[in-house]
């Protein structure tokens, strides 16, 4: 078991759809992150959030819309998605912004297919 | 700009034999941190090691172990007795001191260990 949570697992959606994806970490770090994975590929990260405010946004487009309400939660609001959005999004964490030399803690992620 | 070059896109491996990843960085600061995840197919990315530039000395974690060598600007990865476990991605990554710096990965190596 991870000490990042994510839900759902999968999500598949249409084009038109609606959803969200949700990420929590109760281990006290202040600083969360959103990445998305495509198949045999490394992470790219999409936002950082840094004390529940968005420190990075790595011109992600905005079809995709990052939510901190608090300390222990990040959301990743979607809509009007396109198929080459499907990947696999990661959720990470760390103890704060700037310690690059602490690990980022990863979720297992969201695998997303876009129909 | 940084840069991680992992060779290797697949690794073959019959179990208990060792095997070497290796990991080759590109960077002008003096000052950096190195680190090591391994994705397993449940796609959680599992933080490994950190290692900062100024930090030389091989270290071994049960079967694994790590080479740094600032010399060659290398940072690779041995497992010991490989076991059907260790099938898995396993990223190199890099990121720089000071404020938030963007975390590098390498483009991962997969490795697969035959029973």
């Known amino acids: 078991d991870t000490e990042v949570t994510q839900t759902p697992k999968h999500l598949v959606m249409g084009m038109t759809n609606k959803k969200s994806l949700k990420c929590e970490q109760h281990?006290?770090?202040?600083?969360m992150y959103w990445y998305k994975q495509k198949a045999k590929k490394p992470p790219e990260l999409m936002f950082v959030?840094?004390?529940?405010?968005?420190?990075i946004n790595e011109s992600v487009p905005s079809r995709f819309s990052p939510e901190c309400p608090n300390s222990s939660l990040l959301n990743l609001h979607l809509h009007a998605l396109q198929p080459e959005d499907s990947a696999l999004y990661l959720c990470?964490?760390?103890?704060?912004?700037?310690?690059?030399?602490?690990?980022?803690?990863f979720g297992d992620g969201t695998r997303l297919s876009i129909l | 700009a940084q840069k991680v070059t992992q060779a290797q896109t697949e690794i073959s491996v019959v179990e208990k034999e060792d095997v070497t990843l290796d990991c080759v960085y590109e960077?002008?600061?003096?000052?950096?941190?190195l680190f090591w995840y391994k994705q397993p197919p449940s796609g959680e990315l599992v933080f490994l090691i950190r290692?900062?530039?100024?930090?030389?000395q091989n270290e071994i974690s049960g079967r694994y172990s790590w080479n740094f060598q600032k010399s060659t600007s290398s940072f690779n990865f041995t497992i010991t007795a490989s076991q059907v476990v260790d099938s898995a991605v396993y990223f190199c990554?890099?990121?720089?001191?000071?404020?938030?710096?963007?975390?590098?990965f390498g483009t991962g190596t997969k490795l697969q260990v035959i029973p």
């Open positions: 990470a964490s760390s103890p704060r912004e700037g310690a690059n030399n602490q690990p980022q803690h």
């Open positions: 281990m006290g770090h202040r600083a």
């Open positions: 959030y840094s004390y529940e405010k968005l420190s």
């Open positions: 960077t002008r600061d003096t000052t950096y941190y």
């Open positions: 290692r900062n530039s100024f930090d030389e």
């Open positions: 990554a890099l990121s720089l001191s000071g404020g938030y710096q963007k975390v590098t």
